[in-house]
């Protein structure tokens, strides 16, 4: 996941620019900053933390993981945030066969997603299967703003939202519950479970993204 995040958004760590050299606008380049610097340290300290317990450190493991609940909770708030100032300033613009303005859902839902899965990680600390089949989770389902950049799978996966952007996370989580099958011998329920409902999620918010109730939303809410 952290090779995935440093390949999908290398131009904005070589040279701070966004996808195809696009110039980020002057008024969400802090913002841009803030975000990206707390999603890459979230993938950072994800790694860190699946390898302490194998390691023999679950201490370490443990007091670390209030840091990374910290950095997990400023992910989703800037990436909310985000979200939002980056519509205002092209609603029109097609991202994925879909008007940006309609997408801002799909990223609204993606920030709920993982906080939802980050909050129910830190209830379930104490239940390892629990918590690590949550916190796996949660890395996943931001994974696509870094896949979403990268042209290897487009001719793959084209260019609609379900299959271009959600579809190597699919594919990426299907390996997971099926490599955990494996090593186990048996169905990790908790890792399925969230696995497929995090799909029905995504799969469900893309649809609603271009109804009529959601640009009613937009129109109303956020004045798009």
């Known amino acids: 996941m952290l090779a995935l995040t440093i390949a999908g958004f290398h131009p904005y760590y070589m040279r701070g620019v966004g996808e195809g ?3 980020i606008d002057p008024s969400i ?12 340290a979230w993938f950072v300290l994800f790694l860190m933390q699946a390898a302490l317990i194998p390691s023999g450190y679950r201490r370490v493991h443990m007091r670390l993981g209030w840091g990374a609940a910290a950095v997990g909770l400023g992910v989703a708030v800037s990436g909310a945030l985000l979200a939002l100032a980056s519509v205002r300033l092209t609603p029109p613009f097609q991202f994925f066969s879909m008007a940006y303005k309609e997408f801002l859902l ?5 920030m709920a997603a993982f906080t939802a899965l980050l909050i129910a990680g830190l209830l379930w600390r104490r239940k ?7 916190m796996l989770l949660a890395s996943l389902s931001i994974l696509a703003g870094a896949t979403s950049r990268m042209p290897v799978f ?12 959600f579809g190597p996370i699919f594919t990426l989580g299907l390996i ?11 169905l990790d329920l908790w890792l399925t479970g969230g696995y497929l ?19 009613g ?8």
């Open 176 to 186: 997971v519950v099926a490599a955990r099958t494996w090593l186990n011998s048996r």
């Open 106 to 110: 799909v990223m609204f839902t993606e």
């Open 154 to 165: 487009f001719p793959v996966y084209g260019h609609a939202v379900i299959p271009g952007l």
């Open 29 to 40: 380049v802090t913002l841009v900053a803030v975000h990206g610097t707390l999603a890459t």
């Open 128 to 134: 390892p299967e629990r918590h690590r089949a949550m």
């Open 197 to 215: 409902a995090l799909v029905v999620v995504y799969v469900g918010a893309s649809t609603l993204a271009v109804s009529e109730w959601w640009n």
């Open 217 to 224: 939303v937009l129109q109303s809410a956020f004045r798009l």
């Open 21 to 23: 050299g696009r110039i």
